[in-house]
Structures are given as C-alpha cells and as structure tokens.
C-alpha cells in the first residue's frame, strides 16, 4: 500500500495587469468607457475597499507614477499610463474582462495584457511559512497604501536546468563548515519587506514560460512611508553577493502607479 496525497500544484486564483498607453487628445474618450460596468457584470469588487474578506473576484485602478528599464525591453509596460489588476478564481472571468475592455477600447489602443495564476508555494515549509507569510501584510484601503508596484521577471534556462532540489536552496542563507554566514539568500534579503509590503506572486501556467511572456507576474502594494523600503529590499535582492539565485534572474520594468478608486480617475 502506498500513500496518495500528493500536494496539488492548481491554480487557485488567476489575474491579469491590463496595461493602458493612451494618447492625451483621446483620453476624454478613453473614459467613457464602460469598464466599471464590464467589472460589475462578472462581479469584480473594487480593491481600493478590499473589505475583510477575500471576495471571487476583484478589479483595480492603477495611474501611472513613473516606471523604469531593466534587463527584459518591454515597452508596452514600461510606457504604460495605466494598469487595471484583475483577478477571479475564474480564469474565465478573467479572460472575459481582458477580451472586452480590448474591444471597448479598440479604436484608441491595443493593451498589453500580462497574466498568470497564483498557485500553492512550491519550497514553503512550516517554518518558512511563519517566517515570511504569517504576520505578513494584508492588503489595505487605497488610501492606506496607495502605491502599487507591478515587477515582472523571468528565470534564465540555466535556472530552470537545476534540479528543483539546488533550486531551493537558493532561497535559505548559505554557512561554511563553520557555520559562518556566506550570503542571506533569498528569503533573509527581503526580509524587511514581510510587515509592510503587500505582496502577490502570479506564475506562469508553464515553467519556463513561453517566448514573449514571463515566468513570475509580482506585485506590491504599501504606504508612501515605506516606498523606500520597498526599494530596499530591491537592492538586496539584486545584490548577488548577499541572493545568488538574481544570477538567475532576468527582469522587466518596475512600474510604479498610484491605487484610485475609479476609472475615471486614471488620467487626471
């Protein structure tokens, strides 16, 4: 007789960032779209209110602060003026929304729409759960935390032809045989980050992701006092000699944009 509780990898909520470069003389027409109502038919809450409760499915308005260049060129995101979040446990929901505010909006732009799944951790025991997840941030009012941060990246194939073993041990601190500290790893350089960053992980349904696409969708959230700290926690991971695994990391742009409550507010 053998055990058969194999862990479920499935995708437990799907998402999609809606990136919008409009034009100033069509952004009047931009806004009398009907994306609200489109949010409202298939149930979206708005997540400038998030409420208590974790709801089916959810939308977002995001205007634009500034965005920066990295490694991956992406220039749909990196220019963007706008980004609507979009998540359900639908992914035909999802899908739904991305493929009817494209039409809606087809006369003026085309969007770049950047989507994936979130699904259960992969290297994330009991300890490391209470370490990074248990007194984590939750996401809060708009008005509480109003910068997002939309971080997409990819892993090299170098990375991917690891067996997921060596994989793991990239995120844990590294000792000689002295038990002497050789770099922080992953978890202990984004370790400042865990009380007040919102965070949101959304993974391509294939590893490695398609050409084109990426292989990890992330997502921040947090109040204008720790903006700094989130780009802290940046550095730190960037930083090969303290988080080897960003050896293996190829990044798109960081775009930065600020949570308001309604579509029309996007372009003020």
């Known amino acids: 007789m053998r055990a058969n509780d194999t862990r479920s990898a499935e995708a437990v909520r799907h998402g999609a960032y809606v990136c919008i470069s409009v034009p100033r003389d069509a952004r009047e027409a931009v806004g009398a779209t009907a994306a609200e109502a489109l949010a409202e038919h298939l149930g979206l809450r708005n997540e400038f209110d998030p409420g208590r409760d974790e709801p089916p499915g959810t939308i977002a308005f995001l205007s634009r602060v500034g965005a920066t260049a990295a490694e991956i060129a992406d220039v749909d995101l990196l220019s963007a003026d706008a980004i609507i979040p979009v998540a359900s446990v639908s992914a035909e929901s999802v899908t739904e929304f991305c493929t009817e505010l494209t039409r809606l909006l087809a006369q003026t732009i085309k969007p770049r729409i950047i989507g994936g799944s979130l699904r259960p951790t992969n290297y994330t025991g009991n300890a490391m759960h209470n370490f990074a997840y248990a007194h984590r941030v939750l996401q809060q009012p708009g008005t509480v935390m109003p910068n997002g941060f939309l971080v997409p990246m990819s892993k090299t194939a170098g990375w ?26 992953h978890a202990l350089a984004a370790a400042a980050g865990i009380a007040c960053l919102m965070r949101r992980t959304y993974k391509n349904a294939t590893e490695p992701a398609p050409a084109e696409t990426y292989d990890f969708i992330n997502y921040f959230e947090c109040a204008d006092e ?19 695994e960003w050896k293996f990391v190829r990044e798109g ?8 409550p309604t579509w029309a507010e996007l372009f003020g």
């Open 160 to 185: 991917w032809q690891k067996d997921w073993m060596e994989r793991h041990t990239y995120f844990l601190p590294r000792y000689d045989e002295s038990g002497h500290m050789l770099n922080e790893g």
């Open 226 to 244: 720790d903006v700094s700290t989130f780009h802290e926690v940046c550095t730190a991971l960037r930083d090969i000699t303290k988080n080897p």
């Open 253 to 260: 742009p960081t775009w930065h944009g600020r949570r308001v």
